[in-house]
């Protein structure tokens, strides 16, 4: 059974989510993939539609046969169904549920991904480590594949210089 674990820095138990209920519960499990391989996915299911990337998509139109996409450049695209994949500050997302009110939220994060196999992360792992103002989170995305964050409190706009690894490293220094 799957659980997301939640610790303290030290080890201590805050809680615990068996999110391999979801099966039971909801009919599909709770799985971890990462956008290239969405992307991957999404691209295989079209099974050889048209389909065309680099574009900015600036509105669409939908009725009962279709949708029809509109982009920056003029041109347009028909299709079934639209996938409003664009981020948050898309227009597919504008559309759907009005402007964004985007409000920084004082957290920043550092991502990545590693090739790791170890007995503490089997498949299915989820942790969540919680310290004073920083918390690390890693789950396994694929066999032997595991992405991290480290998310902290500061302020908005910054930018990363040299010495990332080793900030993060001393900042989650004697975890547990």
Do not use: C
């Not at 680099?54 to 003029?74: L, N």
Request: charged share 20%; hydrophobic share 40%.
């Amino acid at each position: 059974q799957h659980t997301a674990h939640f610790t303290t820095s030290r080890g201590d138990i805050l809680g615990a989510w068996p999110v391999g209920d979801f099966v039971e519960r909801y009919g599909a499990p709770t799985i971890a993939v990462e956008r290239s391989v969405l992307h991957g996915v999404l691209r295989d299911a079209l099974e050889g539609s048209p389909l065309r990337t680099g574009a900015q998509v600036v509105s669409f139109d939908q009725d009962p046969d279709g949708v029809t996409v509109h982009f920056a450049d003029g041109g347009s695209e028909r299709g079934d169904l639209l996938i409003g994949a664009d981020g948050i500050h898309g227009a597919v997302r504008d559309h759907l549920f009005g402007p964004a009110r985007n409000i920084f939220s004082g957290y920043i994060a550092w991502r990545g991904r590693a090739p790791m196999e170890h007995a503490d992360i089997p498949p299915g792992t989820f942790n969540a480590v919680f310290g004073p103002g920083t918390r690390f989170t890693y789950y396994d995305v694929a066999p032997g594949l595991v992405h991290w964050m480290s998310v902290a409190n500061g302020k908005p706009g910054g930018r990363d210089g040299t010495g990332v690894r080793d900030m993060l490293l001393d900042r989650h220094r004697g975890w547990a």
